[in-house]
């Protein structure tokens, strides 16, 4: 008998479990039933596996226990109630052969599919991600709860909503075609992304929030896998692995968010760079680019560069100007603003920053970039005013208290340009 070791447990559950969920899903159609049965699957799983040794495919295991359990309890079911519509159930479930299919192509499309149905337009985006975190990544309510700082009673409500408009929606299950799939994949990539930027903004690195970077890192993985071929999972998993790599350098001892041209660029993790450049080369050899490869792109000029001096700003502009035509926003062209302002001046970019403040005026960098500028230009009282509106915008104690160290730093006169 081979004993399973219990880390090698728990990883297995975690690690199987947006596939065993996906295959699940398929065969019930209803996101409460396939929670249910891979919780029952995994139950079992704890029960036998110490005993009985780690099965050869543990996916499979785990697909075919939880998926017997289920139709064990719509058989109960059945007896009590009236019979369910004859295709709540499919006619005719996979066969003993399940196992040696669970490599089949349809299970990437399963994966996508579960990843897609979590991220439905008709959700707001706190619910995508919420669901998604329940769902795919199976994280408990309680600490999805502590990561978005809410009661765990309210996060169990926003999920149970979310599964409800899920439901509402009859979202249907066929296998999609080429152009479909590449709809999903943008959709999921863009949830991925929101999960990864849940995190990013949280300026403890041992915070539930922050470790949502590494599920947003991991989930970015498990689809690359699926689909080798996507340059644009590529891009933004490299783009979250750069951005990841500062975490030991973008926040101060007191929480106060550092900018990149004043962090410590021996604390990034060149580990994560390292891969993340290998990742973007191997993305542009297929020649089809797109907003996340783009923005990788000009995340890693900056993680090139050994000072701030040596940054490409030249290389940046060009890439934000591509990305303009890629994906135009007023976001990317105020993103824009600051190479502007590194090649130009404050007056140049500022020009650009004026025609964006109808749009962004709701946006804390707008003002905040705005404030900046200003200063250099020496106009304290506008600058003064710009401060003032973002630090009434700003999302965290941390971006608050940086404003106000701008707003400290306008008696000292108007910084060089």
């Known amino acids: 008998m081979i004993e399973a070791d219990p880390d090698w447990i728990e990883t297995r559950l975690v690690g199987a479990r947006p596939r065993a969920m996906a295959a699940l899903l398929r065969y019930f159609r209803d996101l409460d039933l396939a929670e249910e049965a891979y919780q029952e699957a995994c139950l079992r799983a704890l029960r036998h596996w110490p005993r009985n040794g780690p099965p050869r495919n543990a996916e499979a295991w785990l697909v075919m226990v939880g998926r017997n359990a289920a139709l064990d309890q719509l058989r109960r079911r059945t007896r009590q109630t009236e019979l369910p519509p004859g295709d709540a159930v499919p006619d005719q479930p996979d066969g003993p052969d399940l196992a040696e299919r669970l490599d089949a192509a349809d299970y990437r499309d399963d994966i996508l599919r579960l990843l897609f149905i979590c991220c439905h337009p008709e959700l707001p985006a706190t619910q995508q991600i919420a669901l998604a975190l329940r769902i795919v990544s199976g994280l408990p309510v309680e600490r999805i709860a502590r990561a978005f700082l809410v009661a765990p009673r309210a996060m169990e409500q926003r999920i149970t909503r979310a599964k409800a408009r899920i439901a509402r929606a009859e979202i249907p299950f066929d296998t999609p075609g080429p152009v479909e799939r590449a709809q999903r994949f943008a959709a999921v990539a863009a949830m991925i992304y929101l999960v990864f930027n849940e995190g990013y903004t949280d300026a403890n690195p041992a915070s539930e929030r922050a470790a949502l970077c590494d599920e947003a890192i991991r989930l970015a993985r498990l689809l690359l896998r699926l689909f080798p071929a996507e340059p644009e999972m590529m891009g933004l998993l490299a783009l979250m692995l750069i951005q ?54 000009i995340a890693a000029l900056h993680a090139r560069a050994a000072r701030p001096e040596e940054t490409d700003w030249a290389g940046i502009d060009r890439l934000y100007a591509a990305l303009e035509r890629h994906a135009p926003s007023p976001v990317v062209t105020l993103n824009r603003a600051v190479a502007v302002m590194k090649l130009q001046g404050a007056e140049a970019a500022l020009e650009m920053v004026e025609p964006l403040r109808e749009r962004l005026d709701g946006y804390f960098y707008l003002h905040g970039l705005r404030g900046a500028l200003l200063r250099q230009l020496g106009r304290n009282d506008a600058a003064r005013e710009a401060f003032s509106r973002a630090i009434a915008l700003a999302g965290t104690a941390a971006e608050a208290a940086h404003i106000r160290r701008q707003l400290d730093g306008l008696r000292a006169g108007p910084e060089p340009g």
């Open 244 to 297: 990841h790599s500062r975490q030991a350098a973008r926040f101060d001892a007191e929480g106060g968010p550092v900018l990149l041209e004043d962090q410590d660029r021996g604390r990034w993790n060149r580990a994560m760079i390292a891969e993340a450049l290998a990742m973007l080369d191997k993305a542009m050899l297929h020649r089809r680019p797109g907003p996340y490869q783009i923005q990788a792109a």
